[in-house]
């Protein structure tokens, strides 16, 4: 994205530092992910909040940076303090971004044993455009949800 033939890389250098909006971005997401990154572990909560990582895995994903993040976000994945089933679902989304098979494998067969109701209670701004809605449907469903 800095690399002279992108917008972000024209001027850079100078004496003051340039400024890049990135207004659809969460900058705690970023900033997490500037944290694990620069090994800067210990101004990263342990554990984030289930929807901080699920914000991070986005960014992580959108950024192209998630084999960087693969052994933290892994550790957040865990969820045995969790039973709040809203909070299961921002992980397994995360889980689902990240790619990790294990961690979704073990958050989905969480929430079958424990949620009750319809699974698009578990649909939220973040996880709706994270992954795909059939996820938690077997019908394909209009997108004003």
């Known amino acids: 994205m800095f690399g002279p033939h992108f917008k972000e890389g024209q001027g850079l250098g100078g004496a003051y530092p340039k ?11 970023l900033e997490l992910i500037c944290c694990v990154i620069y090994n800067r572990n210990d101004a990263v909560p342990d554990p984030p909040l289930s929807s901080e990582v ?23 994945l865990t969820y045995y303090d969790i039973e709040n089933t809203v909070e299961l679902g921002r992980l397994m989304a995360a889980a689902y971004i990240f790619d990790s098979a294990h961690a979704f494998w073990k958050i989905t067969l969480e929430l079958i044993f424990h949620h009750e109701g319809s699974y ?19 019908q394909r469903l209009s997108t004003d949800l």
């Open 120 to 138: 698009l209670q578990l649909v939220d701004e973040d996880t709706r455009h994270a992954i795909p809605l059939t996820i938690f449907c077997k």
């Open 54 to 76: 699920l914000r991070v895995a986005i960014a992580a994903d959108k950024y192209d940076c998630a084999v960087g993040l693969k052994f933290a976000g892994e550790s957040w």
């Open 19 to 29: 400024e890049i909006p990135l207004p659809k971005d969460s900058a705690d997401a």
